[in-house]
T-cell receptor, first 116, second 115 residues
């Protein structure tokens, strides 16, 4: 069965520190997609990134970077030089490609607080 | 390009009452999804539509829940005989079907409180 684990329930750091959010997933499928979403206090989930199982290249977008390692079933998210506006709950999610499955399976989320 | 919209944003109801939520997807998106999120948890999948066809339903979607998308545009989610355990945020998302990498874009959610 598919499962996503975000072991860090809450992280609190001081502004400008780097912070890494961990995500570990389980799936029996060989083709799958991994996602990160941000949920600010307003509640709306904001899409950040998608990665498919055949693409293990790391990605950098501004202060955000993602490290995908199939060998450890991990898809970690790093924020460099964090800012107060980065404070939110971050969710990692998995979508299998088995039999046209469409649902996203989310982790429990990591609440990130950036203190000024 | 307007995003996914949901109405109402908040709903307080008494146990046993029926409630209905509406979701308007991004205009060119033909897939529409419903999720439920309880406090401190990640969203859980409920159901999804491709155009007007409901193609998958979670076991979380009990007989008291029904979802429709009559013309393949907006969708409604109705909960009959609400229970306190139904209190949650109900999230709607939409996506395209073209290509293989279609992301789901979420609306702001409807927060339901059952008293």
């Amino acid at each position: 069965a598919q499962k996503v684990t975000q072991a860090q329930t809450e992280i609190s750091v001081v502004e400008k520190e780097d912070v890494t959010l961990d995500c570990v997933y389980e799936t029996r499928d060989t083709t799958y997609y991994l996602f990160w979403y941000k949920q600010p206090p307003s509640g709306e989930l904001v899409f950040l990134i998608r990665r498919n199982s055949f693409d293990e290249q790391n990605e950098i977008s501004g202060r955000y970077s993602w490290n995908f390692q199939k060998s450890t079933s991990s898809f970690n998210f790093t924020i460099t030089a964090s800012q107060v506006v980065d404070s939110a709950v971050y969710f990692c999610a998995l979508r299998e490609d088995f039999q046209g499955a469409q649902k996203l399976v989310f982790g429990q989320g990591t609440r990130l607080t950036i203190n000024p | 390009d307007t995003g996914v919209s949901q109405d109402p944003r908040h709903k307080i109801t008494k146990r046993g009452q029926n409630v209905t939520f509406r979701c308007d997807p991004i205009s060119e998106h033909n897939r529409l999804y419903w999720y439920r999120q309880t406090l401190g948890q990640g969203p859980e999948f409920l159901t999804y539509f491709q155009n007007e066809a409901q193609l998958e339903k979670s076991r979380l979607l009990s007989d008291r829940f029904s979802a429709e998308r009559p013309k393949g545009s907006f969708s409604t989610l109705e909960i009959q005989r609400t229970e306190q355990g139904d209190s949650a945020m109900y999230l709607c998302a939409s996506s395209l079907t073209t290509g293989l990498h279609y992301e789901q874009y979420f609306g702001p959610g409807t927060r339901l409180t059952v008293t």
